[in-house]
């Protein structure tokens, strides 16, 4: 047939003809061109010999075998001129037969053009869009089964070659390495060896071969030919550019590459003017240039990504509809620069839009909302017009529509609309006329809502689909599945399943799927075509519908070459959370990905829409919780700050709506505790937390220390009645369960804690929520879980997760059965099929990735399952479906998890997962739940070990949340120790707990740390049963009777002396309320190491001034006693249960009224009062004799005016008059507890008694003048005169009436010296006793003190001539009493301090007697004890003579009247001791001041506050020591035998001695011999059945323990010497000298331990970022789940192994964190160094730094940097030359002191921070650190804190932190204020710095690690 030609101007009719017509148009350029060149000629389309002719070049067609495979509809109606140039290129290279490489930018342009050709030259195309997943055999030839027997199927490149098509290999870039060289042989020698055993060979060799052999010949050979029309084309993008693997170059070397950059500006231009014809020129031309502009080199060395230019079409027609509309805000969508560029980007997309003068987002308008949407009409199917306001005007448009019905525009229940919900709708339905979309938008904000509701407007239904890490191409596309007969065949996924069916797909988290694998679905979205691997073809409908004509094939035909439609309204809507910015890893919106979408950012409510939202879904929520919520979440969410931005991601609208919904639901809860759970704000760090805390009080969220004590005292237990179970005050039905064996049921002791968050979790229960538990390892959790699902009575399924879980594995479980593939339901499908409760444990050892699949089943109830099953959520979607599980409505999760970060270094499942459950923290039991916990578990176990295990855990709980220590101690351990006490009573605890403990022993600084918290709770880990060190014991000398005192009977009534009384009401004056402040009392017990009289001790916080005058305690039960402590200068006063863990202070400085001249030294005693009086203390001031009355629970005090004349203030004493002639008022409180007391002036002749129960005073007047009053009795007093020191017996009536003002007798007492026979008397002076007894020895006492049975009222005294005395029958005998006294050798006022001491304060008291006698009596214990001062101690009788006695603050001496010994124990100097050492010498001898506790102990108070317990007497010390050897453990030194007792079934005949061996050989067993050992019958050690044991003298030789155990001396000597030789080597090595060596310790020292722990931490680090992955396609290694039928069919490379994953290719390199230390050199840290240490401190910071990350430099780049006077910018360390040993160190060091010593003064603390935090970002790094350390010294210098605010957060990519140190006043205090949360600390105590800096890289390197 003649070929026709055809003319550009006529034309035959028929699609063919006018494409041809086109062509025509194009190649020849133009109507013009071809009038230039006459005609240029192409042959028409149906002979065999036709020719296309582009410019200068032909080809001639051949006719399609395959013609369904030839590409349709890619010509268009115009080709731009540079199109054509490439086609042309390509025609040459195709001619020439070689393979061609597209290369260029990322888009559809190369794709298309490699098309056009194909189309244009009628070639049938193979196309594969190459994946990270695709393997050898997606390319060559894959297996399947049919009918048993496996044979091979060609893939594309083989069936390409064969059939002489062209391969079309797009995304080169994409495949893994070695995938591609498969094809080097094919492409350079067109040959290839197959699997099968084919071999392809090239076609001129192959029709070599058939001249010689016969076609058989070569096919029984399987030689295939290769056909010569066989071409490659590959698409791929240039890789250093963008990311990807770069070419092989054998590979690349068997390609053509051509350019195919983005369309010249003018035809782009020209194409865009077509489309958009209601559009000005002049804007179309802006909006081109600034999109060519972004994709200039320029533009990508700022590092912005490509312009989408392909995608400029797609918005050209929304403003073509749209034309009033601002195109700033389409380029938005197109380029959403605002969510992937920093700060540096965002302006220069900025300036650009200026710049072309796009910014017209204020004249033009944004679409409002839709206004109505309705079917289209006439033969539309599929459409729908979409009515749309922008501005005042409406504008309709057809949009794609759904299948379903269109939903009328009706408000629905679970989706309000705001404002900008309308208008984001409406933008969406623009891009849905045009393209597929992108949501973009953080947590919980409400993307998939928004997805749901548009789809719903227009009838779509919607394919969700989750997608995951790890997900592949194919489940992707398709997967493979084995069919009833055993074939395999494959199963399309979801998204093409929507995709024929026309439905709306939502991907979900495509930020988490590797960009690879989204390279598959690139043809799908931009051309709507997809090849799947069983080679169907997906075609767009128009090109189907050509196909379908063109061919005249019918829609089954069709299918039979499986060739489908896609449905034209099938759309795409991608959810992602935005990228975070600077991250090298999670950047996943780059240039390939902005061609795919139009994205819309969906931001999260305003603060009115989202109150809106609340109010409508839940009506009943109080408001005013609503309002404080909102401004907290707002304002975490409008910071800047990284820490307030994490917190705002947890309090998503989803978490709000959960929190309103409980609120609701329970209105008294407090919001505190809502916001709290929800953020578990309980294991943030420590920065975040404190951000988190300052929020919450700014926004008046608080707790009340009261809500806390109310939920404390709620009744938390739980019953069930009658199918009700309540627990606290929630109830609900119990389940009726068919499955019985599926309820858990669990050993638990219930205790108020775990009851709560029981409590908690059933009223989350209750409102439909699935549950979350985050906790340390061994709270509890499981058991919780446990107890609450067997309460419930609720079957549950149990799945724990581990590191290697995979989706599959979640899911279904395959396995191979008769070559058939199964799958088993995992617990998760039997959970949701059954209503189970469904358990997850350790769900953060999964990779997030994997637990992400959870967030489709809770939130939207569907999943689908990789048998191809789905789980729907609503009934209403299951009519008609086959394979859906409806989820059962019982069906709940509960997920476990430990809590997230350091040790546990699991994944963050709570940060990626945590806002679709409902958070529960579950801690370590509250001291007294575990303690009630502990009971149930060692009801045995005595309850003080219980309480010391309790609250030594606790404080290494509370050390692990510091961060001190690593492991967090957990209540597990806790009750393993307990159940191996009450099951090993005889054990000792210290041994015990070493069970826990001995994971810590190779660790030395964390050994010492925890012995030091064991210890201080009295566990004596380490010590051993001989570390007795109780005082020595001293001979105490005998007794003497000294003779009579006798009551002088009054002859006459004259001598009877009466004393008057007379009684007033007291004036009281108040009250005042003072402000009571608590303060923590660090309580250490004393026995740990070594066990001593001490018990316990801890210290005051006093002032350096404060001196303490007085020490009383309560005599209430031992447990109750409250200590009172009162200080003078000034005056306050201390008290605290003896028992508790807190001690309170009252402050009384303005109270006493000061007497001005004299210099007053104000003297005050302290009297506690008892029942009913309870808590209240009198004191009393001696000088001005002031009383006040202080109620020490409500902090009221009163001041009580005893008589009118004590009104006056004391007469003013001239100056030079002299101090010590004042006399003072004295108070009697011996009976304080029975609420009365008596108050006397020293040389005065009153007595008042204060009656405070009554309110009354009663005066006695006396006729001597007053030394001393004892109450040795309530109705007997013994009152000593002055100067005669004569004493006086007064007797009165028990209670004195009010009525009668009886009288009172008084009595002189005389003394009667014994008789010495010869007539001697002896003559004593009269001496004045120093403490009297108020009750008497018990007869038992009374007789071992005196040596003879003896029982009769009696009082025990001492003073200064005798340790003790006896009077026998005073004071109730009127008769003479016998005195027995044990003498001293010397009086103790005569001697003074031995000047050998010259510290010893005691010793610079002029005259007078000290005000405190410090004598005790204890009775109970029948002992005296006083404190004398050291120079009244024989020091030489208790320590050897070569000892030199420790330093003292004074001695107990201990007279002990029953074993008739001293014993002088030392008591500890104090820390600090008070400049004013005169004052201090008239308060007491001695240092300390004593008073009694209980029956039994005492307590000590020293000058620096130190308070000590101690116990004396023997019985209870013998208790004591008895109970401390238990907590030890007995270790005897007795050797442990092993013996097995053997049941050996032989009788025991009657027992006999058995022959006795003449050789005495050891005998085992039998029964012949006598002295064997085992046998039986026989006389022997260890048998059975034996008259008696009998031992034939094999003598057994014991070592102690001790010896065994001990290190030869020479062993250790040779250890040190070692040591100290390596140390002096290094030491010469860096050249440094000793003393050098012993400076650098000191700061080195100081925080090893911080520099331990931080180095722990960051090697944790690298493990982590070391983590091995999965490698997938390997040969060897562990089945792959999903490669299972792989495996069937015979495949190799089936099996997945963990090895070190590549980095992703093109992603950027790791960089290393940068941190740069600015410390404060000024001259104010030299000059307040001596204050506080700052300067030091500073320098312990240097030191840590530069020690912690001493060979991390990879990892982190560290520079330190000085500020003073002197500049801001002084280098101390460089990045580069970072210090490499102690000596460089120590230089460095030093270079800090001698600075701030010879700096000018001045402050640069602001520009020194500015200038490193700009310095700090010119390197790049991952992240940028700056740690500002200053002393708060910035007002001096005129600094406001506001701008140091400011200058902390100029940039938000660097973390700044600024560290106070030392500070005048509350400077640093108000400072903290200003500043951001959690970016300032104060470290008052300097040692706090490095623990400081530790939580600052904890706590913000975690985050990003």
Excluded at 994 to 1000: A, G, L, P, T
Aim: charged share 25%.
């Amino acid at each position: 047939m003649p070929s026709r030609v055809l003319c550009l101007g006529g034309g035959a009719g028929g699609p063919a003809a006018r494409r041809v017509r086109l062509l025509l148009r194009q190649v020849v350029g133009g109507g013009a061109a071809a009038a230039r060149c006459g005609r240029s000629e192409v042959r028409a389309l149906h002979s065999s010999g036709d020719t296309v002719t582009i410019g200068d070049v032909s080809f001639k067609l051949k006719t399609p075998k395959n013609p369904e495979l030839v590409p349709q509809n890619y010509m268009t109606e115009s080709l731009a001129q540079s199109v054509v140039h490439h086609l042309r290129w390509i025609m040459q290279k195709d001619l020439l037969g070689q393979d061609i490489f597209l290369i260029g930018p990322p888009g559809p342009l190369r794709r298309s053009i490699a098309m056009q050709y194909l189309e244009l030259t009628k070639r049938e195309v193979e196309y594969i869009a190459l994946s990270r997943d695709t393997t050898e055999t997606d390319l060559k030839q894959r297996r399947e089964i049919r009918d048993g027997s496996a044979f091979y199927l060609d893939q594309c490149a083989v069936r390409a070659a064969t059939e002489g098509r062209i391969l079309v290999l797009e995304g080169l870039e994409k495949a893994e390495r070695n995938v591609l060289p498969v094809l080097n042989n094919l492409l350079e020698n067109r040959e290839m060896q197959l699997e099968d055993g084919r071999f392809l060979m090239s076609a001129d060799r192959y029709d070599k071969l058939l001249q010689e052999h016969t076609k058989s010949e070569l096919d029984a050979w399987k030689i295939v030919r290769v056909s010569e029309d066989f071409r490659v084309i590959a698409l791929g993008l240039p890789v250093p550019k963008y990311s990807g693997n770069p070419l092989d170059p054998p590979l690349r070397s068997r390609f053509q590459a051509r350019d195919v950059y983005h369309l010249p500006f003018k035809d782009h231009l020209q194409l865009l003017y077509s489309i958009g014809s209601n559009i000005s020129t002049e804007r179309i031309s802006q909006l081109l240039s600034f999109a060519t502009t972004l994709c200039s080199q320029e533009s990508s060395t700022l590092g912005l990504p490509d312009f989408p230019l392909d995608s400029l079409s797609a918005t050209v027609q929304i403003l073509d509809t749209f034309p009033m509309m601002s195109v700033q805000h389409v380029i938005d969508r197109l380029y959403p620069y605002n969510l992937f560029l920093g700060k540096e980007g965002r302006t220069a997309v900025k300036d650009l839009l200026k710049r072309f003068e796009l910014q017209d987002s204020e004249k033009h308008l944004f679409p409002r909302k839709i206004t109505e949407v309705e079917r289209a009409h006439g033969n539309k199917r599929f459409k729908a017009d979409v009515t749309v306001q922008i501005g005042e005007k409406e504008v309709t448009f057809q949009v794609p529509a759904g299948t379903g019905m269109l939903k009328n525009h009706s408000r629905s229940d679970t989706f309000i609309r705001t404002s900008s919900h309308n208008q984001l709708l409406a933008e969406m339905m623009q891009s849905h006329m045009v393209k597929d979309m992108c949501l973009i938008g953080g947590k919980g904000c409400g993307k998939t809502v928004i997805a749901k509701e548009f789809a719903d407007i227009l009838g779509y239904s919607i394919e969700p689909i989750m997608l995951y890490q790890d997900m592949t191409a194919r489940d992707l596309l398709q997967q493979r599945y084995t069919l009833p007969n055993g074939d395999t065949a494959w199963r399309p996924s979801p998204l093409v399943t929507a995709a024929l069916e026309g439905k709306l797909v939502l991907l979900d988290g495509i930020h988490r799927i590797n960009p690879g694998t989204l390279a598959v679905l690139q043809r799908l979205i931009h051309d709507r075509e997809l090849t799947l691997y069983d080679g169907t073809r997906l075609l767009r409908e128009d090109r189907y519908q050509n196909l379908k004509e063109e061919l005249q094939l019918s829609d089954e035909k069709l299918q039979e070459r499986s060739i489908f439609p896609i449905h034209p309204s099938f759309r795409i809507v991608v959810l992602a959370e935005p990228p975070v910015i600077g991250s090298s890893t999670q950047q996943w919106l780059g240039p390939e990905f902005l061609t795919l979408f139009l994205f819309h950012n969906v931001r999260s409510l305003s603060k009115s829409e989202e109150i809106e939202v609340i109010k409508q879904m839940i009506p009943n929520v109080p408001s005013v919780a609503v309002e404080k919520l909102l401004s907290v979440t707002h304002k975490l969410r409008e910071t800047n700050d990284t820490t307030a931005q994490s917190l705002a991601s947890f309090l998503s609208t989803r978490q709000l709506l959960r929190i309103c919904r409980r609120l609701s639901q329970y209105p008294d809860e407090s919001l505190y505790d809502a916001v709290n759970k929800a953020c578990l704000s309980r294991f943030l760090p420590n920065l975040a937390r404190s951000a988190l805390h300052k929020n919450l009080q700014d926004s008046g969220i608080e707790t009340s220390p009261d809500d806390t004590k109310k939920l404390e005292e709620k009744d938390y237990t739980c019953e069930i009645n009658n199918g009700i179970l309540k627990i606290g005050s929630v109830t609900m039905p119990i389940y009726n369960s068919a499955e019985k064996m599926k309820v858990p049921d669990v050993l638990f002791y219930e205790n108020a804690q775990h009851m709560m968050v029981m409590e908690d979790m059933l009223k989350d229960f209750l409102l439909g929520e699935h549950l979350l538990l985050v906790g340390n390892q061994g709270v509890g959790k499981n058991k919780v879980v446990d107890r609450f699902l067997h309460l419930l009575n609720r079957p549950r399924e149990y799945l724990q997760l581990h590191r290697d879980t995979t989706v599959q594995s979640l899911t279904l479980q395959p396995s191979v059965k008769d070559g058939l593939i199964i799958y088993e339901d995992s617990p998760l499908v039997k959970a949701v099929k059954f209503g189970h409760i469904l358990v997850i444990d350790e769900a953060d050892k999964a990779p997030t990735n994997v637990t992400c699949i959870l967030k489709t089943l809770v939130e939207s109830g569907e999943m689908v399952l990789s048998d191809g099953r789905r789980i729907v959520a609503n009934h209403a979607h299951v009519e008609g479906r086959e394979n859906v599980i409806v989820i059962h409505p019982d069906f709940r999760m509960i997920v476990l998890a430990n809590r997230p970060g350091f040790p546990f270094l699991g994944n963050d499942f709570f940060g990626t997962l945590g806002d679709i459950f409902s958070c529960h923290a579950v801690d370590n039991p509250k001291p007294q739940s575990e303690l009630s916990m502990l009971k149930q578990y060692g009801p045995d176990v005595p309850e003080p070990i219980l309480q010391k295990l309790v609250a030594a855990f606790g404080e290494l709980r509370s050390l692990a949340d510091q961060g001190i220590i690593n492991y967090p101690y957990s209540t597990r351990e806790v009750v393993n120790i307990v159940k191996h006490l009450q099951k090993f009573p005889s054990e000792g605890l210290a041994n015990v707990v070493r069970n826990v403990f001995d994971f810590d022993s190779y660790n030395n600084e964390m050994r010492e740390i925890l012995y030091k918290t064991l210890h201080k709770y009295g566990i004596p880990i380490g010590a051993k049963p001989t570390n007795v060190q109780l005082a020595k014991e001293l001979p105490l000398p005998e007794h003497k009777f000294m003779g009579y005192w006798k009551v002088d009977r009054p002859g006459n009534a004259q001598q009877k002396m009466l004393c008057p009384s007379e009684t007033q009401k007291i004036d009281v004056k108040g009250p005042v309320y003072l402000n009571i402040q608590g303060f923590p009392l660090e309580r250490h017990e004393a026995r740990s190491i070594s066990f001593t009289e001490e018990l316990a001790y801890w210290t005051l916080p006093l002032d350096e001034v404060n001196l303490i005058c007085d020490v009383t305690v309560t005599q209430e039960e031992e447990h109750e006693n409250i200590l009172y402590v009162t200080t003078c200068n000034p005056v306050s006063l201390y008290f605290m249960n003896i028992s508790s863990k807190s001690g309170y202070f009252v402050d009384l400085y303005d109270l006493f009224p000061r007497t001005v001249g004299s210099v007053w030294q104000p003297f005050v005693t302290a009297a506690p009062l008892g029942n009913p009086l309870k808590g209240q203390v009198v004191l009393h001031e001696e000088e001005s004799n002031v009383v006040l009355l202080l109620d020490t629970s409500s902090g009221a005090l009163r001041r009580l005016l005893l008589s009118p004349d004590a009104q006056d203030s004391p007469k003013r004493t001239s100056w030079w008059s002299n101090k010590e002639e004042m006399s003072n008022y004295k108070m009697c409180r011996e009976f304080s507890h029975k609420n009365w007391l008596v108050f006397y002036k020293e040389t005065g002749n009153h007595l008042i008694v204060l009656d405070v129960l009554e309110g009354q005073t009663h005066t006695i007047s006396l006729p001597i003048s007053l030394k001393s009053v004892f109450l040795v009795a309530e109705d007997r007093w013994l009152l000593v005169e002055n100067k005669t020191n004569k004493k006086f017996l007064l007797t009165k009536r028990a209670h004195m009436e009010a009525q009668d003002s009886e009288v009172c007798q008084l009595h002189a007492l005389s003394e009667e010296p014994a008789d010495m026979g010869f007539g001697l008397t002896t003559v004593s002076e009269l001496c004045v006793p120093h403490a009297v007894s108020t009750d008497q020895l018990s007869s038992e006492n009374l007789s071992a003190a005196v040596g003879q049975k003896i029982s009769s009222p009696n009082r025990i005294f001492s003073d200064e001539h005798n340790y003790a005395t006896i009077v026998i029958g005073f004071p109730d005998l009127l008769s003479p009493s016998e005195v027995y006294s044990w003498k001293r050798n010397s009086s103790l006022s005569h001697k003074r301090a031995s000047p050998s001491d010259p510290f010893y304060y005691g010793a610079q008291r002029k005259t007078g007697a000290a005000k405190q006698t410090n004598c005790v009596t204890l009775l109970a214990s029948n002992q005296i004890v006083r404190i004398l001062a050291p120079g009244d101690v024989p020091l030489k009788d208790i320590y050897p003579k070569d000892v030199t006695p420790p330093p003292a603050a004074g001695y107990l001496e201990v007279t002990d009247l029953n074993s008739k010994k001293i014993k002088y124990i030392t008591i500890p100097r104090s820390q600090s001791l008070s400049p004013y050492t005169s004052w201090l010498s008239q308060i007491s001898d001695a240092d300390a001041l004593l008073a009694p506790l209980g029956k039994v102990g005492l307590v000590t108070v020293d000058m620096g506050g130190g308070v000590r317990l101690w116990e004396t007497g023997l019985e209870s010390l013998q208790r004591s020591l008895q109970d401390w050897r238990n907590m030890i453990g007995q270790e005897d030194g007795r050797p442990v035998q092993i013996t097995i007792e053997r049941e050996s079934g032989l009788d025991v005949s009657s027992p006999k001695h058995g022959k006795v061996d003449p050789d005495n050989m050891p005998h085992v067993g039998g029964n012949t011999w006598a002295g064997g050992t085992g046998g039986r019958d026989t006389a022997g050690l260890g048998g059975k059945g034996g008259p008696y044991r009998l031992d034939a003298g094999h003598r057994v030789y014991q070592v102690s323990q001790a010896e065994k155990d001990a290190v030869p001396e020479e062993v250790k000597r040779a250890a040190r010497e070692m040591g100290e030789k390596a140390f002096k080597q290094r030491l010469k090595e860096i050249q440094m000298s000793e003393y050098d060596a012993s400076t650098y310790e000191r700061f080195s020292g100081a925080v090893r331990r911080q520099v331990q722990s931080l180095r722990i931490i960051l090697d944790n680090l690298q493990a982590k970022g070391k983590e091995r992955q999965w490698l997938r396609h390997q040969a060897v290694g562990e089945l792959d789940d999903a490669k299972i039928i792989d495996g069937l069919t015979g495949e190799k490379a089936i099996y997945k192994r963990r090895g070190e994953l590549e980095p992703q290719p093109g992603s950027p390199q790791q960089k290393p964190k940068r941190l740069r230390l600015v410390v404060d050199v000024s001259g104010s840290m030299y000059r307040f160094n001596g204050v506080d240490g700052r300067l030091e401190r500073s320098m312990e910071a240097v030191c840590m730094v530069m020690e912690a990350f001493e060979n991390y430099e990879h990892k982190f780049k560290y520079d330190i940097v000085g500020h003073s006077g002197d500049g801001f910018n002084i280098a101390l360390v460089g990045s580069d030359k970072v210090p490499k040993n102690n000596k460089q160190r120590l230089e460095i060091l030093k270079t800090m002191h001698a600075h701030a010593q010879f700096c000018m003064s001045g402050d640069h603390t602001l520009e020194g921070t500015e200038h490193a935090i700009r310095e700090i970002t010119k390197e790049e790094a991952d992240e940028y650190f700056v740690i500002v350390l200053s002393d708060a010294n910035l007002e001096r210098y005129g600094i406001q804190p506001s701008r140091f605010a400011q200058v902390l957060t100029t940039n938000t990519q660097v973390n700044a932190f600024a560290i106070f140190i030392g500070s005048l006043g509350d400077q640093a205090d108000r400072l903290q204020r200003t500043l951001p949360a959690g970016r300032s600390f104060i470290a008052m105590d300097t040692k706090e710095i490095p623990q400081i800096l530790q939580q600052i890289f904890t706590s913000t390197m975690l985050s990003s690690a």
